[in-house]
């Protein structure tokens, strides 16, 4: 049998499991495919695949040229970018696993601290023989916005409570009642946008979500508000969110997803000041 581990960048996957016991011929691709004629050529003699979150696609024309594929496996419990109904016609499985929600919760403040108290700013600064840079924003009695109030989405609300936030919450399947009983504020899709001055995405990648944060929530917003994202990168638009970083009409952004990842060399993410 012959197994594809996808979109390892850090090279960590053969660390996390035990996957001798198999009794398997396990690959590691660590580099990203340019294009789908490059995912069929690599991956058409492989049994089985490990697809890392939604960085590869697979839909009916990729699946239906892999002619020894048996099961399709993603990390995480869904992958949009798999043609689900596809592989039930090709009668290859697909599988997602379990996950935890602590690291990403734990990662959004860190890069939601970062971002409101300029930590890489001023870092740079210091190793480049400078000294401190700017004010940086307090986050006690600031208003913590949720987009999204599953299991991640209610971690990051309970740590906001911790820093003295008042937390408030939309989605399009949130009920009030819900979001009262996990001490959290419901409130309109525009109130969330307009009253946040950090704004936490926690949505799964959908029809329904792709391009959910957009321009016209992004003109919403307060210039002094944060913008953090560790969802999927397709949630917010990318052009209109640079366009926001650049004018300034929000304080900044924090990112760990992104519409192509790796993210290219020459994106200009990578160059925003406001951008962390």
Same mark, same amino acid.
């Given at each position: ?19 001798e016991s ?19 050529a ?8 490990? @697809?890392?979150?939604?960085r $590869?696609?697979f839909? =009916?024309?990729? /699946? ?5 594929? %048996?099961?399709? +496996? &993603? ?28 690291p ?5 403040w ?14 740079e ?5 400078g ?15 949720v ?14 409570? @911790?820093?003295?936030?008042? $937390?408030?919450?939309? =989605?399009?399947? /949130?009920?009030?009642?819900d979001?009262? %009983?996990k001490? +959290? &504020? ?18 799964v990648l ?10 016209r929530e992004?003109r ?6 944060i ?5 999927r ?19 900044g ?5 992104f ?18």
């Amino acid at each position: 049998m012959k197994v594809a581990l996808l979109d390892d960048y850090q090279n960590v996957a053969l660390s996390l499991a035990d996957w001798e016991s198999l009794h398997a011929q396990v690959d590691v691709y660590s580099e990203p495919f340019s294009d789908e004629a490059e995912v069929i050529a690599a991956l058409a003699d492989y049994d089985v695949i490990v @697809a890392m979150r939604e960085r $590869t696609p697979f839909p =009916s024309s990729t /699946l239906g040229r892999l002619p020894k594929l %048996a099961l399709l +496996v &993603t990390t995480g419990p869904g992958n949009a970018a798999i043609d689900v109904d596809a592989a039930q016609r090709l009668n290859i499985t697909v599988s997602g696993t379990g996950y935890f929600s602590h690291p990403t919760a734990e990662l959004t403040w860190g890069l939601i601290l970062s971002a409101a108290r300029l930590i890489p700013q001023n870092v740079e600064s210091v190793r480049c023989g400078g000294w401190q840079v700017g004010l940086g924003m307090s986050l006690h009695h600031a208003t913590l916005g949720v987009l999204g109030l599953g299991r991640l989405g209610t971690r990051v609300a309970e740590i906001g409570k @911790a820093f003295g936030m008042q $937390t408030i919450a939309w =989605s399009q399947n /949130l009920r009030p009642e819900d979001a009262r %009983a996990k001490g +959290v &504020t419901y409130v309109s899709r525009d109130e969330l946008f307009a009253r946040s001055d950090v704004l936490s995405i926690h949505v799964v990648l959908s029809e329904r979500t792709r391009g959910l944060v957009g321009e016209r929530e992004l003109r919403l917003m307060k210039p002094t508000s944060i913008l953090v994202n560790t969802s999927r990168g397709p949630v917010i638009d990318e052009a209109a969110l640079l366009d926001a970083l650049n004018d300034e009409r929000i304080a900044g952004a924090a990112l760990d997803v992104f519409d192509r990842e790796p993210l290219p060399a020459d994106h200009p993410l990578r160059s925003v000041h406001n951008a962390v």
